[in-house]
Each structure stands twice: as C-alpha cells, then as structure tokens.
C-alpha cells in the first residue's frame, strides 16, 4: 500500500487579453463578431538557432483609422506608396 498526503496547489491565474487601445489616438480598437479590422505593426531583431534564440520585438497597436489617416500619408510623404490587394472567399 502506497503512502499519500494532500498538498494543496494554488488556482492558477492568467491574464488574457481582451482588448486593445491605440497608441496614437488612445481609443479602443474595435473589434466586431464578423469585422475584420486588424494593424499589425511589429518588429522582431535578434539571432534564431536551431538550438534556441533570443532577441527583442517592438509592437505597436494601432487602430485601421489611424493607419489609414495618419501613417499612411506620412508613409506616402516619405516616398512610399502601399500595396493593396483585395481578398474575399
């Protein structure tokens, strides 16, 4: 017969995220159930190994209003222009 004892184990928190504000205007990113309105804005920079890596990633939240109003056009100022594709399914 095998010898038991209880330990107690505490709950285990997480934290989600649930929303998101922009870092340009400060307003809450909408998100809807059938609404596609993603920025992603990132930059990763390190050293990638077979063995294993490390580096830094620079992330930027940003609402589709401030993209299209204001970076943009400052894009565009600097000489770059987008490239736009259209999808559907």
Request: with cysteine; proline share 4%; hydrophobic share 30%.
């Amino acid at each position: 017969m095998k010898e038991t004892r209880q330990i107690i184990i505490p709950a285990k928190t997480e934290i989600q995220v649930i929303g998101a504000t922009c870092d340009m205007c400060r307003n809450r990113i909408k998100e809807g159930l059938y609404e596609v309105n993603e920025v992603t804005i990132n930059h990763k920079k390190g050293q990638d190994y077979p063995e294993g890596g490390s580096g830094t990633e620079i992330t930027i939240d940003m609402c589709g209003e401030c993209f299209e109003t204001k970076l943009i056009p400052w894009l565009a100022g600097q000489g770059i222009k987008p490239e736009i594709k259209e999808w559907s399914w």
